[in-house]
């Protein structure tokens, strides 16, 4: 699998850093690849666009 470069804001960045010491990954970017996963899965099984955006309005992803 190949890797990309993310850039985050610096404070959002020392956050996901604490969070992942705080939840035993091993890093920041497992934390993140984790948590992205996980969003992924939820959008996951969708039949249409339509059907992507109503569910990430449910998640406050977008209004």
């Not at 190949?2 to 604490?18: P, Q, R, T, W, Y």
């Amino acid at each position: 699998m190949g890797k990309a470069k993310v850039k985050l804001d610096k404070n959002l960045l020392e956050k996901v850093k604490k969070y992942a010491e705080i939840s035993g990954y091993t890093s920041a970017e497992e934390f993140i690849s984790h948590c992205l996963e996980k969003e992924i899965t939820q959008l996951d099984g969708a039949d249409s666009e339509e059907e992507v955006k109503k569910k990430l309005k449910g998640l406050g992803y977008i209004s």
